[in-house]
T-cell receptor, first 112, second 115 residues
């Protein structure tokens, strides 16, 4: 019940295309859902985050869509650029806790 | 921009040896964390630390692990007797406050190789 399942494991997209990564969770106590971007040899860096009281959040080319009833959320990267090539992790955290539970990661490759 | 720093960047040790991984969290942050990432796998929570106490720990964080804030700036993770399966990237993180929507800032990690 603590797991966060992420798909796909890897994704290849052409420059200018849309990258879509999906996550699903079981624990309804989760109430904070961040997405992290990780480049090789670096630590995860927060990209964008959402709370379950909104269905969508957009920051620049990055959008989170959240479906509370389905317990699913997704990251859309619009107009994907080669510099977006990285591993993306979804995560979830309970309201009263500090522990981030990460998904398995998606390696995104944007081809020029 | 303030950042979390970690030393060393790479540590090689023999099985059974003790290792100490060091972190300097962002200076005004009050909550500190350790996560690990086995090669090719997801990031896993180990422990959170606040006010000189462990506030939460995972089942991975057993008696061979300990954390300490020995002074006002450092935060350490000690593994008493390393095992081959401890080989992983260890990330330190810090946040200004706990819970809510407070962002956890991650350091660049220490790659631990146990031979």
């Amino acid at each position: 019940q603590q797991q966060v399942k992420q798909s796909p494991q890897s994704l290849i997209v052409q420059k200018g295309g849309i990258s879509i990564i999906n996550c699903a969770y079981e624990n309804t106590a989760f109430d904070y859902f961040p997405w992290y971007q990780q480049f090789p040899g670096k630590g995860p860096a927060l990209l964008i985050a959402i709370r379950p009281d909104v269905s969508e959040k957009k920051e620049g080319r990055f959008t989170i869509s959240f479906n509370k009833s389905a317990k699913q959320f997704s990251l859309h990267i619009m107009d994907s650029q080669p510099g977006d090539s990285a591993t993306y992790f979804c995560a979830a955290r309970k309201a009263a806790g500090n522990k981030l539970t990460f998904g398995g990661g998606t390696r995104v490759l944007v081809k020029p | 921009e303030p950042e979390v720093t970690q030393t060393p960047s790479h540590q090689v040790t023999q099985m059974g040896q003790e290792v100490i991984l060091r972190c300097v969290p962002i200076s005004n942050h009050l909550y500190f964390y350790w996560y690990r990432q086995i090669l090719g796998q997801k990031v896993e929570f180990l422990v959170s630390f606040y006010n000189n106490e462990i506030s939460e720990k995972s089942e991975i964080f057993d008696d061979q692990f300990s954390v300490e804030r020995p002074d006002g700036s450092n935060f350490t993770l000690k593994i008493r007797s390393t095992k081959l399966e401890d080989s992983a990237m260890y990330f330190c993180a810090s946040s200004e406050f706990g819970g809510g929507a407070y962002e956890q800032y991650f350091g660049p990690g220490t790659r631990l190789t146990v031979t």
